[in-house]
């Protein structure tokens, strides 16, 4: 699994990006972090981070082709989405009609649904409705604004411009914990965004299945930026910095001093 997280900041001038780099197997069984980033870019102020399924390669491609021309964020969502719904449709044809049914394509389906069995038919929608792609695309640039888009399933995307920030895949819970800690605003500084996205990232690494390699962008209306490695092991410092001063070693007086006071509980 992975963890991708974006954030707006800088007043909605500028969006920071961090994801790790680690693979598995569905179960878990195998894990490994390749050399690769998972934050792609889509446009010359536009990135793609992916989590999910590694078995489609050249969907960042195909992205980039559908998406050619094309600066602002939310038309590149839009053409993000066809081509997620698009490959959803195909698998279902592959893993659902064609084996259950004998039905090539979804368009066929819908012209022989009124010749099959309604109990065929029933099964066959609820599992076209339930298919999960398991894959995950969060989408983060700058054009008048920055913008911050989750596309899953079952294929449609949301925008998450007006909380400033995304937490996607493994360990999402404890990163979106650290943004709501700071009530985290598109206003925060670059720098503060830069470390909180990087605190989330560390936290995240506690649910299992996130790499401990990361990966950092930032996106402004001069481009996208690669964070270099001695910048990441500055942050790396200053989290193992905060986190060993805030380490509980027991409690002071205020606690082991504590009169408790109690009021008697009637037996039913």
């Known amino acids: 699994m992975t963890q ?9 001038k500028k969006v920071v990006t961090v994801s790790d780099r680690m693979v598995s197997t569905a179960d878990m069984t195998l894990a490994f972090e390749p050399e690769e980033s998972k934050a792609q870019p889509i446009a010359h102020k536009a990135v793609v981070l992916v989590a999910g399924t590694m078995h489609e390669p050249d969907l960042i491609r195909d ?12 038309e590149i969502a839009d053409g993000l989405k ?9 698998r279902i ?7 259950c049914a004998g039905i090539s394509t979804i368009a066929e389906y819908h012209e022989k649904q009124r010749t099959l069995h309604d109990a065929v038919v029933m099964e066959l ?3 076209i409705r339930g298919y999960q792609l398991g894959l995950m695309l ?7 604004q920055g913008h911050v888009i989750l596309i899953a399933d079952p294929g449609i995307w949301r925008s998450y411009d007006n909380m400033a920030y995304c937490c996607a895949g493994m360990g999402e819970r404890h990163a979106d914990n650290v943004f709501a800690w700071y009530r985290y605003t598109q206003h925060i500084p670059l720098n503060d965004a830069l470390y909180i996205a990087f605190e989330a990232k560390k936290k995240a690494e ?17 481009g996208i930026k690669s964070v270099k490695q001695e ?15 805030s380490q509980r070693r027991g409690f002071d007086k205020t606690i082991t001093d504590l009169e408790i006071q109690t009021d008697s509980v009637a037996a039913p």
Do not use: F
């Open 231 to 245: 910048t990441v092991s500055a942050l790396e410092e200053v989290y193992n910095e905060r986190e060993n001063r």
């Open 4 to 12: 991708l997280i974006a954030a707006i900041c800088e007043g909605g």
């Open 82 to 90: 066809e081509i997620y719904q698009d490959l959803r449709t195909s």
């Open 206 to 222: 506690m649910a299992g299945g996130v790499g401990r390699a990361t990966d950092i962008l930032l996106i402004g209306h001069d």
């Open 138 to 144: 969060l989408l983060a640039g700058v054009d008048e």
């Open 63 to 74: 992205a980039r082709e559908k998406t050619r021309g094309k600066e602002r964020i939310r």
């Open 125 to 127: 929608n609820e599992r």
């Open 93 to 99: 044809e592959d893993e659902v009609l064609r084996p």
